[in-house]
């Protein structure tokens, strides 16, 4: 039986893999052929020039001849993606601090509820599933490094008690300025066990509690477009992501021609 290819080349996407659900149903109803590489949640931990340099392996293994745009789905992550250079293939990238942008489905409805309600932990899907095991990035983590991830009892056992409640105070306990877990339905979810399971974790700390719809619109446009410039940067090849210090969040810069 003859095969009647889509003209034009396909598109890759290269996504943290929190957003794993939510990408998946996006490119299953795109207009284009999509191909996904989805990248562990811990790069967001291990420190800023380990992240880029990983993004940039992913972004040069893309095969020029295979595809005609690569699709990044990240925000800013504390500047984890500052450095990436476009190679032969433009980068499509949305302009978000973070993650959290992408889930609401624009910045200015992520600052608005940052604003209204401080100390708010966000959970969706991918944080519940794959948000709290490193992997093989655990031992390269700076809260590893650190001694962030020790218990109690192991601090003890390191440094003696009294340092050891100051040491849990200042580095380890890092919810304690917290106070609210907002649950964020993508519409991804097979039934309420990761609504029940996040209303469950709320209880359990004492904290209060929000379902809130989310918006698959920015997801959506990353995926299909149209890719405006107030929503995405669009880093044309021989250019790299820099931070802009504005509204604009990232902008593209020329990168250095090699010596």
């Not at 020039?49 to 595809?67: C, H, I, P, S």
């Not at 359990?204 to 918006?215: A, L, Q, V």
Request: aromatic share 10%; glycine share 8%.
């Amino acid at each position: 039986m003859p095969v009647f290819p889509l003209a034009g080349k396909r598109l890759k996407l290269i996504s943290c893999e929190i957003f794993h659900r939510e990408m998946c149903a996006a490119v299953a109803q795109a207009a284009r052929p999509v191909d996904i590489e989805f990248l562990p949640k811990g790069l967001h931990d291990i420190g800023q020039q380990a992240m880029v340099q990983r993004l940039q392996e992913a972004v040069d293994r893309v095969n020029a001849d295979r595809y005609d745009t690569i699709l990044l789905g990240y925000a800013l992550c504390n500047n984890g993606i500052c450095g990436l250079t476009a190679r032969s293939l433009p980068i499509v990238i949305p302009r978000a601090h973070d993650c959290i942008t992408l889930f609401l489905g624009s910045h200015a409805r992520y600052l608005d509820y940052f604003n209204d309600h401080p100390g708010t932990y966000f959970l969706t899907t991918g944080w519940l599933e794959r948000g709290g095991d490193l992997g093989e990035l655990q031992q390269l983590s700076i809260p590893h490094q650190m001694g962030m991830d020790l218990s109690f009892d192991e601090l003890v056992a390191r440094y003696g008690e009294d340092n050891a409640r100051y040491l849990y105070d200042q580095l380890c306990d890092t919810l304690r300025n917290y106070g609210r877990y907002a649950w964020i339905e993508m519409g991804v979810e097979p039934d309420g066990s990761f609504e029940n399971h996040a209303r469950q974790a709320a209880a359990d700390r004492g904290w209060s509690f929000e379902k809130i719809h989310g918006d698959m619109s920015l997801i959506r446009r990353l995926i299909d477009g149209p890719w405006n410039e107030r929503e995405f940067l669009l880093l044309p090849p021989g250019q790299h992501v820099a931070p802009s210090h504005n509204d604009s969040l990232i902008r593209a810069e020329p990168s250095p021609s090699p010596s």
